[in-house]
């Protein structure tokens, strides 16, 4: 069976500076030979159906912004999976709301430059299905997708959700995971969110043999990925 790495929304260019390195770290402690990104590798904040803010990069410079995220990751992880996230497909929707056809629309691996990532709707390795969430929400989105799914499941999306939860009867055993996220809540993207007294679990998630551990990310002060100790860019 396979050690599978998945790593939370990390949406590029609004990541939180230690996320990479804790993901990198957590591959390596756990012989990972899998990984999965779980979606929305890009926020396109500047490209939604949202009013834009405008003290945040134009759609230009924020995908300049994103690709060069983008390419720090391929980098690190030159093979992956990528289940597509809703903020990904923000292009694509806002195309179709003007009648552009999907032809004329270039690939996500185009886009990204990141031909060896796999750009999919959702994924089964070993039994357990990925997706990045769309449709799930509440205290644990995972087990309502896994109780949909009936099978274990890993899911992102929602950014509050981390950690796993369990069903079994006399034949069976499944498993809901929430992998967090790895977003930069101090990011003016996130603005919209200051108030919530629910806060991101910066975290992610293996999977080792069938058998799931969800890691947060220590990046409070003094922790071993906190901010004090990246520069963002590095």
């Known amino acids: 069976m396979s050690r599978v790495l998945y ?18 770290d957590l591959r390596d402690k756990h012989k990972c030979d899998k990984v999965v990104f779980i979606g929305d590798i890009i926020d396109f904040q500047a490209i939604s159906f949202h009013a834009a803010r405008p003290d945040l990069p134009s759609p230009a410079d924020e995908a300049d912004l994103a690709l060069a995220g983008v390419q720090k990751w ?9 289940t597509i996230g809703n903020h990904d497909r923000r292009v694509f929707r806002l195309a179709e709301s003007v009648n552009i056809p999907s032809r004329f629309i270039r690939e996500y691996a185009d886009i990204w430059k990141t031909p060896k990532w796999r750009w999919v709707e959702e994924i089964i390795i ?20 896994m ?47 200051k108030h919530f007294k629910r806060r991101a679990i910066i975290s992610a998630g293996v999977v080792l ?18 901010r004090a100790k990246f520069k963002r860019g590095h």
């Not at 790593?7 to 990198?24: K, S, T």
Request: charged content about 20%; proline content about 7%.
């Open 7 to 24: 790593i939370g929304d990390i949406h590029e260019p609004c990541c939180h500076p230690g996320y990479r390195r804790f993901c990198l």
């Open 74 to 82: 391929y980098k690190a992880f030159p093979e992956a999976v990528v």
């Open 126 to 145: 070993d039994d357990v299905h990925a997706s990045h969430g769309e449709g799930c929400g509440g205290l644990h989105p995972a087990y309502a997708q």
């Open 147 to 193: 109780q949909k799914m009936l099978m274990s499941v890993v899911i992102g999306h929602v950014h509050t959700a981390g950690g796993v939860d369990w069903l079994a009867n006399p034949q069976k055993r499944i498993f809901g995971m929430n992998t967090g996220c790895g977003i930069d809540e101090k990011s003016l993207a996130f603005a919209y969110g």
């Open 209 to 226: 043999d069938g058998i799931p551990y969800h890691e947060v990310c220590p990046i409070g002060p003094g922790e071993k990925y906190s």
